[in-house]
Every structure is written in C-alpha cells, then in structure tokens.
C-alpha cells in the first residue's frame, strides 16, 4: 500500500465520510503540534523539581547575568517547538475495518498495529487548547502494557466520538461471534441488532457544573504544594512584593510599626494582607481545577466506564477538611495501576477521579459500581472497628514526648522562654493531630467487602471487593504480641492499604475470610 500521507483536510470533512477513508496514511491536524509541545513540556517541567535546591541556591546568581539564563530559555524554547514540529510531521495514522496503525518517533520509531478486539477501554480526551477548535485525543487501551497503547492526538471531536461508537461496537459484535456456534442464526441477528444499539447508546452518569470546579479548586491540596515549592524563593519574593508595594507609596514597615499604629491596627493590617495573599493563590488553584476538570462527564456504556467495571479494583471517598466543612467529596475509581514502571501520562486512565461531588451524588456512583456495598450505612452509624487506643500512648509518649522534653529542656536552660513556648504549643498540637488520626482509623467487612475508614481532619473511606486481593501481610512485634495486636495489610492490584494495631483475632478473621473468598471465588479480578 502507498505509504504517502492523504490529505489532513480529512479531519474537516462528515465523520460517517471520512471512516470509509482511512486506508491510506494519514497526517494529524496541525493543531496537533500544540499537543506534542505540551506533552514535551510537561516531561522537562516534572523534572525541573530535582533542579529547585540547584535554583534555589544560585537565584540571585542567575538573576544579575541575564545574558546567561535568557538565550539558554530562548534556545531551549525553539527545541521544543522544533521535537513538536518534527513529532507532527512524523506522526501517521490509518484506519482497516478492524485494527488501527500507527507510525511515530523521531530517534526511536514505532510502528503499533492494534486490532480492535484486543482494546479494553477507549477514552476520549479534549485538553483545554483542543476545546477552541474541536478537536480531542481519542486513547485505546488494552489490558497489557502501556506501551501498546494507541492515541490519535488531533482529531476532530465528532469523529473521535464516532470512531469511538465504531470500535466498541466492533467489540461487541466479535464477542456475539464467539457464541454464534451456539445459537440459532436469527439469534445471532438479533443479539449482533442489540449489541448494535448499545454501542450507540451511553448513560450519564455525572457532570460537573463550573461551581463545582470553583469549589474543588478550594478545597483541594493544589495550594499548599505549590506553597512548598515555592519555600526555597520566599526571601526573593517577599523582597520583590515590598519594592513593588514602595513603589505605590506602601511601606510595610511603617504598616506594622506599633510605634505609630496600635496593635488591633496591625493586626487588622496583618489579617487582611494575610487573606489578600490567600486569595490570590486561592485563584491560581481554581484555575487549575477549571483547566483539569472543564466539561467533565461521566458516563457508562454497559460495564464500561473508561474502563471496565470488571477491571475496578478499588473506590475511594475522600474528604479533606474544607470537604468536609462544604459536604463535598472526591470519588476515586481506581483499577489496575501495575502494568509497569514506566507508564506513560496517558495510562492516567487508571484512575477515574469525580471532582467535588455532594454525597447523594456519591451514593450513586458506588452504588451503580458496586451495588451489593454496605458503605452509607457503615458511615451513618459508625459502624467500623477503631484500631487501639495503645496507637496513641506510642505515637506520644515513645516519639512526641521525648523530642518536646529535649528540646524544652534545652532551651529554658538557655532562657530561650519564647522558643520553649512555642514548641510547648506545637507539642500540643501534634498530640491533638495524634487522637484526630487514631479517631479516623477504623476497619469492618461484610460478606463480599473490606471498608477501611483513615484520615486526618477529613476522612477517606476504602472498599473494595475482597476476591480482588492479590495478598496478605501479617505483623506483629513483641509488643504488640503482648497485648494482642497486629497490623494487617491488604494488596491489591491498584495499590495496598494498611491497617495498624487492631485486634490479633479480627486480623486473623480478615486474612483467613479474604483468602477464603480469592480461593472460592470463580470472579476474575481483572
């Protein structure tokens, strides 16, 4: 066959046209270099966290020999339009009735051949610079590696949603097909008509609305990490802010001089700086939430979300404290993240996340996903076993109380008073946190599934069906040998949990029923 490009005004022309046309290679939309610039930065700027320390040393360094830093930024600007450049213009595609073929690479060359029926989920994916011009990024998945997954990078949306419809029905048809030996033909076409109409055919499951996105870009954790990476600069930056501020004629120091302002003055200056500065990296937050989650929407196709239902191994309710405050919750659906080390940004899909939902909502997603589970009425009448108050006694007494008493003692020797009671005050507090934590954790099962309770100031809750477990640890110390405890850990296919200090007898119980159920039961758990 040719191996000559066809024309990339295909992506313009009808869907229901252009599936009848993808014999020959074709060429991406030149959107698709914004895609491959994007994911190259992406790549750099997760590695630019080793260099921080590095930065964060020689900043001023770098800040008065511009003629060094700059021409490097521009330089390394112009590569990474030239790697997009270059991925595009190697980037090949074409379609058969029943597989997908892609050429890529620039040092490396790929060539994947991916039949439909191998595809496990198919996803698609609409980055906020494809939403402008309709464009999306539709991602083939198959239950091996990631690296023998496929992704079209820049296609139009409604092809991409047709293209979509196509290879699940494929699906769908190649599994009647298996059976045809064993029944009637009219049978078969009627079965063949019914898979036909439930491929064309998706449930909604949940959307998110942009309020919804506002308030997880508040509650969510996006602040604070971006607070820490910015602890190496904050001399720098706060010296910057004060420079500007004189130049709008505001000096901080006469501010909060209490030699000129009283002290309800200073802290009312303080207080309300304080909730400027919030409200500004508040922002940065939302807008991250926006960009990640615009147009979210979950939706089923039989026991399909973008990954089959068969494959979920785990559902995860989270609630940090400002959840908890706005009753909102993150739902994770979690599958099968073992695939290999080095999976790609687009493997992501093994981790389905709905962002800042209310509880009903919630119900209604794991009830749809597991619906024989008993986790509402477990959260409504605190039905879990709390792990041993003995959980407290070692976390303050074997490790709090012997840092506070050296260090107190250090400094009252010295007549440091003020450092003495500030670290008085923070001993306090980490007991406090100590009992929050202990609180949180809490352990039950039932006939089909294991329900882990932990947190902080909010709380998570963990279940998953307890076929699903790939293995079991049992641990116990000396200690806790004399007085009858142990801690539990489960592994699954996604990830492990543990459960620290509970009863050696409901240890026992848990390991023996969860092996039971894996040897008993005929489920697969993928």
Not at 33 to 43: C, D, E, G, T, W
Request: proline fraction near 3%.
């Amino acid at each position: 066959m040719d191996d000559q490009p066809a024309s990339s005004s295909i992506n313009s022309e009808d869907p229901a046209d252009t599936l009848k046309k993808l014999n020959d290679w074709q060429v991406l939309s030149p959107v698709a270099i914004l895609y491959f610039a994007v994911s190259v930065f992406k790549h750099l700027f997760g590695n630019l966290i080793y260099l921080i320390p590095a930065l964060a040393v020689s900043y001023k360094s770098l800040l008065d020999h511009p003629f060094i830093w700059l021409p490097s930024i521009l330089v390394a600007f112009a590569l990474l339009i030239l790697f997009a450049f270059i991925s595009f213009k190697v980037y090949r595609y074409r379609l058969t009735d029943d597989n997908i073929e892609i050429r890529s690479g620039i040092f490396s060359k790929k060539h994947l051949n991916l039949p439909f029926s191998r595809v496990q989920n198919v996803k698609i994916e609409q980055p906020i610079y494809y939403r402008f011009t309709g464009h999306a990024c539709l991602q083939l998945d198959t239950a091996g590696s990631a690296k023998n997954e496929a992704k079209l990078v820049a296609i139009k949306l409604d092809f991409a949603q047709q293209l979509k419809t196509r290879i699940q029905s494929h699906v769908q048809n190649d599994a009647v097909d298996n059976n045809q030996d064993n029944m009637s033909a009219d049978a078969a076409d009627m079965q063949s008509e019914s898979a036909d109409s439930q491929a064309e055919q998706e449930k909604i499951l949940n959307h998110r609305k942009l309020s919804d996105l506002v308030i997880h870009g508040i509650t969510s954790n996006r602040i604070w990490i971006f607070l820490g990476g910015l602890a190496p600069f904050y001399d720098n930056i706060f010296d910057s802010i004060g420079e500007w501020l004189t130049t709008l004629g505001i000096d901080l120091t006469e501010l909060f001089s209490l030699q000129t302002h009283s002290l309800l003055e200073v802290g009312l200056y303080a207080l309300s700086l304080t909730m400027l500065v919030m409200f500004v990296l508040v922002s940065f937050s939302v807008i991250g939430a926006i960009i990640s989650f615009y147009g979210y929407t979950l939706s089923k196709l039989d026991d399909k979300y973008s990954m089959r239902l068969s494959r979920l191994q785990m559902i995860v309710q989270k609630q940090d404290w400002l959840d908890v405050l706005l009753k909102r919750i993150n739902l994770k659906l979690e599958q099968n993240n073992s695939f290999g080390e080095n999976l790609s940004s687009s493997a992501s899909s093994s981790k389905i996340i709905v962002p800042s939902i209310k509880p009903h909502e919630c119900q209604a997603l794991i009830d749809d996903a597991y619906p024989d589970n008993a986790l509402n009425a477990l959260v409504c009448n605190d039905g879990f076993e709390p792990i041993s108050k003995r959980f407290i006694l070692r976390n303050i007494v074997f490790v709090l109380l012997p840092l506070w008493l050296i260090i107190t003692s250090n400094t009252l020797m010295n007549g440091k008073l003020m450092i003495s009671a500030l670290v008085s005050a923070l001993f306090v507090g980490l007991c406090g946190l100590v009992v929050l934590r202990w609180k949180r954790w809490g352990i039950t099962r039932d006939q089909n599934f294991v329900y882990l309770r932990k947190g902080l100031i909010g709380v998570d809750y963990y279940c998953f069906p307890t076929y699903k477990l790939q293995q079991t640890q049992f641990k116990q110390n000396l200690l806790m040998k004399r007085r009858q405890l142990a801690t539990v850990k489960f592994v699954l296919a996604s990830g492990s949990l543990k459960v620290p200090m509970i009863n050696e007898r409901l240890a026992h119980k848990l390991i023996d029923e969860g092996l039971y159920q894996v040897e008993s039961c005929q489920k697969s758990w993928m």
